[in-house]
């Protein structure tokens, strides 16, 4: 039974589209154990960034065929233009940094996806420094496609535990900016465990002040509970 993939799916751009219609025209070889397990997860997309264009179809082409989505880019730039919001970075690594300057790049203007890289050779020094950029995983050498499925698998689970973290992080730094300084300064407080009336004290105010300003803080927080709104805080400080 062939694969074929939809003509509307196919990259956008000239040349690779053109590669990737010749590639399509022939059945695509089926990973029935990596089919199954495609059909029973969430269907993830894949943001393809390689600046050889045979190895982008082809990395385009195997991800298709695992019953996945992809989408290609030449470079890091095109890829940080587009601006993508969900889905995961495969990025073609030649040992000189690639992976650390698109961490970077996408970190300055706000994308938060996971980016795994690969390479047919690369050392551990180039390794240790992408992950410490943050990149979740490489795939080095000859990896076969239930390898290669697995680590999508995971670096695209662990991407969206990350994209929720920042979201609430933002929905934090959001809240805590919206508070007066009295108010901020009441939160402070209650987040180093301070009473009404410890907090009254130590801002010279009275206590029913304190409660006031209390009672605002919580209701801009959405916080119902003391608890609840120091672990805003704590989220907007980037702790949690």
Known sequence: MS?????????????????LMDMFAQPLSRDPEAECHAQSSERMYIHVVASNQLERAAKAHLIFSLGHHAEVYEDADELVAMMPEQGLVLLSEDGTGLACRLMEKMNSQGIWLPVIAFAAK????????????GVVDYLVGDVSRAEMLKKLRKGYLEGQACLAVRVRQALARQAVKSLSRREAEVLRLVTMGLSNKEIARELDISPRTVEIHRMKMMAKLGARTSAQAIRVEIEAAGLA
């Open 3 to 19: 694969l074929l993939m939809p003509v509307n799916a196919i990259p956008s751009m000239p040349a690779d589209r053109a590669l």
């Open 122 to 133: 690369l050392g551990c020094d180039d390794i240790v420094a992408g992950i410490k950029a």
